[in-house]
Antibody, heavy 121, light 112 residues
Framework: EVQLVESGGGLVKPGGSLRLSCAAS????????MNWVRQAPGKGLEWVSS????????YYADSVKGRLTISRDNAKSSLSLQMNSLRAEDTAVYYC??????????????WGKGTTVTVSS | QSVLTQPPSVSGAPGQRVTISCTGS?????????VHWYQQLPGTAPKLLIY???NRPSGVPDRFSGSKSGTSASLAITGLQAEDEADYYC????????????FGGGTKLTVL
């Protein structure tokens, strides 16, 4: 079964750090670009970051550039999101999603169930 | 404000046809980038509904269809069913924002 499982969410104070992980199974992880998408409470979907198959290319939304870092470990079929200098507006459910065919234009046909990040004092 | 504009809500009675619009610009949909549509049922992760403007993944009923023209795209749902009540999002790429994948603001579909 094709599956993505996120972990690492939790409550963190403003200015703090958190590392999210996403474990992939059921498909050849190294063959797909991956991305993180978030959804603030009661709000819509927001693309956060994407990474190419060999990590050669990474892209970030302006709202997180310089604070969040995406990475992957193909040997472990794992995707990560290091989150630093967290702000209240980073509070959201974070989804890991597989990108099909093109890192910029392809659809995301596989999604995890999400992990919740709450930034509050 | 989202780069792609969707109506906040649409509604229809069971059996009816509804459409959801997704309006962009010359830097995204109008530039020729594909539009994809996602369905998000309450409390669940998004699910890919339409990819590449008008293609349905395996398992998606043919009641769902997509189209694209100029700087806009549309999702049509025919034979509306109660289980179609959900949030719907369009997604594309924008070349005015470095490496940016963009979503519409989302449309809440209510089945009356």
């Amino acid at each position: 079964e094709v599956q993505l499982v996120e972990s690492g969410g939790g409550l963190v104070k403003p200015g703090g750090s958190l590392r999210l992980s996403c474990a992939a199974s059921g498909f050849t992880f190294s063959s797909y670009s991956m991305n993180w998408v978030r959804q603030a409470p009661g709000k819509g979907l927001e693309w956060v970051s994407s990474i190419s198959t060999s990590s050669s290319y990474t892209y970030y939304a302006d709202s997180v550039k310089g604070r969040l870092t995406i990475s992957r470990d193909n040997a472990k079929s794992s995707l990560s999101l290091q989150m630093n200098s967290l702000r209240a507006e980073d509070t959201a459910v974070y989804y890991c999603a597989r990108v099909d065919y093109d890192i910029l234009t392809g659809p995301s046909s596989v999604w995890g169930k999400g992990t919740t990040v709450t930034v509050s004092s | 404000q989202s780069v792609l504009t969707q109506p906040p809500s649409v509604s229809g009675a069971p059996g009816q046809r509804v459409t959801i619009s997704c309006t962009g610009s010359s830097s995204n949909i109008g530039a020729g980038y594909d539009v994809h549509w996602y369905q998000q049922l309450p409390g669940t992760a998004p699910k890919l509904l339409i990819y590449g403007n008008n293609n349905r993944p395996s398992g998606v009923p043919d009641r769902f269809s997509g189209s694209k023209s100029g700087t806009s795209a549309s999702l049509a749902i025919t034979g509306l069913q109660a289980e179609d009540e959900a949030d719907y999002y369009c997604q594309s790429c924008d070349n005015s924002l470095s490496g940016s994948r963009v979503f519409g603001g989302g449309t809440k579909l209510t089945v009356l």
